[in-house]
Nanobody, 125 residues
Framework: QVQLVESGGGSVQTGGSLRLSCAASGGTFSRYVMGWFRQAPGKEREFVATISWSGAYTNYADSVQGRFTISRDNAKNTVYLQMNSLKPEDTAVYYC??????????????????WGQGTQVTVSS
């Protein structure tokens, strides 16, 4: 069983930056594809970014491409989401997730096996 704990959320103004972290424990972190998803009030959970087990491959939602960067440190069992040029529409609870299928790189939330509790990101105009 893998436990995921997100941190780094907060409140920023438009154009600001935040760095989210997700620390994993209880499993072999380097074997998992990791993803970030977000859910705004009244909306479905949506894909943000995903990263391969090695960190060599990444994929982003069109809405965050060029502004967000996903990375991982397998030695620290941690995945990061650097968020720059934040917009009010980025306001949501952000979740990290782990997928046991090592080649998946899925954008579908139901494909992920383990989830964190989420961290709130609020961007004000």
């Amino acid at each position: 069983q893998v436990q995921l704990v997100e941190s780094g959320g907060g409140s920023v103004q438009t154009g600001g930056s935040l760095r989210l972290s997700c620390a994993a424990s209880g499993g072999t972190f380097s074997r998992y594809v990791m993803g970030w998803f977000r859910q705004a009030p009244g909306k479905e959970r949506e894909f943000v970014a995903t990263i391969s087990w090695s960190g060599a491959y990444t994929n982003y939602a069109d809405s965050v491409q060029g502004r967000f960067t996903i990375s991982r440190d397998n030695a620290k069992n941690t995945v990061y989401l650097q968020m720059n040029s934040l917009k009010p529409e980025d306001t949501a609870v952000y979740y990290c997730a782990a997928d046991r299928r090592i080649m998946s790189m899925s954008k579908t939330s139901t494909d992920y096996d383990y989830w964190g509790q989420g961290t709130q990101v609020t961007v004000s105009s």
